[in-house]
């Protein structure tokens, strides 16, 4: 209980004291004209108050992620406290707040545009394939799971198939339509509700005497059941992805970025939604590690249960809060993965729609990007489950480090602190380059190897950051 305390005051100190670092080092100026009104359109352009841009952004990011991440990575034991704090202080909280501010400066650009100003052209062409097939993963994903459930719970006579036709038609709807229509009334809800839930699970599991696990010298270990498979690092920090640091949220903040008043705004949206998504985070591993008795019978049970976090969830809300906790579980194992799936694919359509320079305004120019992004999702629920999502985890977290260093230049060229984000994008690049190397469905290397060529692979983008310092100093713009 003492560990999660401190960390839960952790990031509320961070929030108050390093997101002002963060804002003052970017240079907000709250007289320069946003986005949302420089170019509004009515349709992805629409100014919005702040707080429910804040809620629409959390819901946005978080959706299953902190819950099911959270769950995942409590298996690894205490130390997955360290990991969500830290990084969502340093490493979280800063990519989504720099994502979010640069898009404002850039006319509300998709993460792949700013990417290619910063790194590159080749870097530009790359990231926008590779980020569109990302955003189609996160939708087919988070289309499958809601289904599968939903198939459960109703008649025979709604199917799989039908609940995978009816969340795609939600899709459809909320890609198309104006962000004020469905996600700008709908989202600040279901946030608020996800929020309220882990808030009520907490309550619940302190109220009913659940001991909650200390990180101690003697917990400083991998209680992973395969624990020689599965190490910490770089195992536990791309299972923890939303509750710490995800790419996926570089892909949302423009969303919002085209909807915020004020650039004073930013570190209570960007920074600050991370925060909180990082206290459901810790929420949801405290609960993990101590619903079941203890670590070691969390791995127990997901082992049992084939890694399903779905039933984890729904057993721990059940059992904590009766009826409401029903009700609560469905919300989260439903709604929150269908709200972050549409605004994958609206984010994917936006990508597509600023490389090939499309206006958004007519609907017919939306149909003509959106559909065959739709096909290729739908193609995705037809492939295994399990599959996709081990390759969405690591595209994501490559995504969060391409981002890192995108910044990172950026903040070398404005003459500004790049420390700040250097130093995550090496650990990130680090942990994403160890992963695929290690991991079954990566090249499937010995340890030795992996982590000896992920060194290096990390020492050679530290290099050409170096150089490219240097060639600056040279030849200033």
């Not at 349709?43 to 629409?56: A, E, G, S, T």
Request: hydrophobic residues 55%.
């Amino acid at each position: 209980m003492i560990t999660l305390l401190i960390c839960l005051l952790a990031l509320v100190l961070g929030f108050v004291f390093y997101s002002r670092f963060i804002e003052r080092d970017f240079g907000t100026d709250a007289a320069r004209q946003t986005p949302a009104f420089a170019m509004k359109d009515g349709v992805d352009y629409i100014p919005m108050p702040w707080w429910r841009v804040f809620l629409i952004q959390f819901l946005n990011i978080a959706g299953l992620g902190p819950i099911f991440g959270a769950v995942a990575g409590a298996m690894w034991g205490p130390v997955a406290f360290l990991w969500i704090v830290l990084g969502t202080i340093f490493a979280g909280a800063v990519h989504d707040y720099f994502s979010g501010m640069l898009s404002i400066r850039h006319k509300g650009l998709s993460i792949t545009e700013i990417i290619g100003i910063y790194l590159g052209l080749t870097a530009k062409q790359v990231m926008r394939l590779f980020t569109v097939v990302l955003m189609i993963l996160v939708g087919a994903v988070f289309i499958m799971g809601p289904a599968k459930i939903l198939s459960s719970i109703t008649p025979e006579a709604f199917g799989m198939q039908f609940w995978l036709w009816a969340i795609f038609i939600y899709y459809v709807l909320a890609t198309l339509l104006p962000i004020d229509k469905v996600i700008g009334r709908i989202y600040p809800l279901f946030g608020a509700a996800l929020l309220f839930m882990a808030l009520s699970l907490i309550v619940a599991l302190l109220w009913q005497g659940y001991r909650i696990p200390e990180l101690s010298w003697d917990n400083w270990q991998n209680f992973h059941h395969d624990s020689e498979h599965f190490p910490v690092f770089p195992m536990l920090f791309v299972t923890i992805a939303c509750g710490a640091i995800s790419g996926f949220h570089a892909t949302q903040s423009p969303l919002m970025a085209r909807c915020m008043k004020n650039e004073k705004e930013g570190r209570k949206v960007f920074y600050g939604a991370m925060v909180v998504e990082g206290v459901v985070a810790l929420i949801w591993a405290a609960i993990g590690m101590s619903f079941f008795g203890g670590v070691r019978e969390l791995n127990d049970t997901m082992t049992a249960h084939q890694g399903n976090a779905a039933w984890v969830v729904n057993e721990i809300s059940v059992s904590l809060l009766g009826k409401l906790g029903a009700v609560l579980a469905l919300l989260g194992v439903v709604a929150a993965p269908i709200t972050s799936g549409d605004t994958a694919f609206r984010s994917a359509r936006l990508i597509v729609a600023d490389f090939l320079k499309i206006k958004q305004e007519p609907i017919v120019n939306r149909l003509l990007i959106t559909l065959p992004l739709f096909a290729i999702g739908y193609a995705l629920t037809l492939v295994n489950f399990d599959v996709v999502w081990r390759y969405f985890a690591w595209a994501n977290q490559t995504l969060a480090a391409v981002t890192l260093w995108t910044i990172t230049v950026y903040q070398l060229r404005m003459r500004k602190n790049y420390a700040i984000t250097l130093l995550p994008a090496l650990f990130m690049t680090a942990v994403v380059s160890s992963y695929i190397l290690l991991a079954p469905e990566g090249f499937s290397l010995s340890k030795t190897w992996a982590y000896s060529l992920s060194g290096l692979l990390t020492l050679f983008c530290f290099f050409a950051f170096l150089y490219h310092k240097k060639n600056l100093e040279r030849n200033p713009a």
